[in-house]
């Protein structure tokens, strides 16, 4: 009796084992139908790395960025022009702020701190947002310091690219509503009232991140210059200053496409899967 009961809850342990494997297996073959569909295909990259140095002129350079496979579709090589264009474009905006030689060594006898080849330094990084067969969202940033400046700075560059089209989208090449502009504001106004006003008990500094806020998300489209698709939604990028003080950093917020919907141009929703289970 007690073996045939062993071997009984051998049996039921065996079967429930098979059940849990089973779930599971139905679980990822569902998670599979719902996101393998042509619209979620990533063409590959591999990262690329620059330095430079230019010690007569006191400025250095490190950069990272993404350099895709053109195999995939040819349209992708129009891509990693882009992506080129805009991490030089980060460098020259960074090179236009930096003091000549001989104005640095003037500020040199001032401040009295040495001069070299990282004192204006710049290292550019990147953010893969969406990597689709549709669009190819990527965010640079820059972080920055220039010789005697009281902290280092912050820069970005988005790229949203069309790979059908060969284009760099524009802000306005996505939109169909006259009244997006007054949507994305009034959404991240909200947003941002609700994250960075919830921990100050002091009534003055309310104030002041309101109308910090309420000023840097105003309906004008260069409040909103930095934006990328992703898979959940647009992600909007505030540098420091632009809605609160530099301490803040940088801010993000994230609309998902279920409020974009009545402003965005249909090509740039998510596509439905042919192939998922209602």
Not at 27 to 56: G, R
Not at 122 to 151: P, R, W
Request: hydrophobic share 35%; net charge positive; glycine share 2%.
């Amino acid at each position: 009796w007690g073996k045939s009961r062993l071997a009984h809850n051998f049996l039921s342990y065996l079967e429930l084992f098979m059940l849990k494997k089973l779930s599971l297996l139905c679980s990822i073959f569902v998670f599979t139908m719902l996101f393998s569909s042509s619209s979620y295909a990533q063409y590959a990259f591999e990262d690329k790395h620059e330095k430079f140095v230019d010690k007569n002129n006191y400025f250095s350079y490190e950069m990272t960025y993404p350099n895709f496979n053109v195999n995939a579709n040819k349209n992708i090589s129009f891509l990693n022009n882009a992506i080129v264009k805009a991490t030089q474009k980060l460098v020259v905006q960074f090179k236009a702020q930096i003091a000549s030689p001989a104005e640095l060594q003037q500020m040199h006898q001032r401040i009295d701190i040495p001069l070299s080849e990282n004192s204006n330094f710049i290292k550019i990084n990147y953010k893969m947002f969406q990597n689709s067969s549709d669009i190819v969202s990527i965010g640079f940033d820059s972080n920055y310091s220039l010789y005697g400046a009281a902290h280092p700075n912050s820069d970005f560059y988005n790229l949203n690219y069309e790979i059908s089209q060969k284009k760099v989208l524009q802000l306005n090449d996505i939109f169909s509503s006259s009244r997006s502009l007054e949507f994305l504001s009034t959404y991240s106004r909200e947003a941002l009232f609700k994250k960075l006003n919830t921990n100050q008990e002091n009534l003055n500094e309310q104030n002041y991140i309101m109308q910090q806020i309420k000023e840097g998300t105003m309906p004008k489209a260069e409040n909103f210059k930095y934006w990328n698709f992703s898979p959940e939604g647009l992600v909007l990028t505030f540098p420091p200053y632009q809605v609160a003080a530099y301490v803040y950093g940088t801010q993000q917020i994230t609309i998902p496409y279920n409020k974009l919907q009545p402003f965005l141009k249909p090509q740039f929703m998510p596509k439905p899967n042919k192939n998922s289970v209602s």
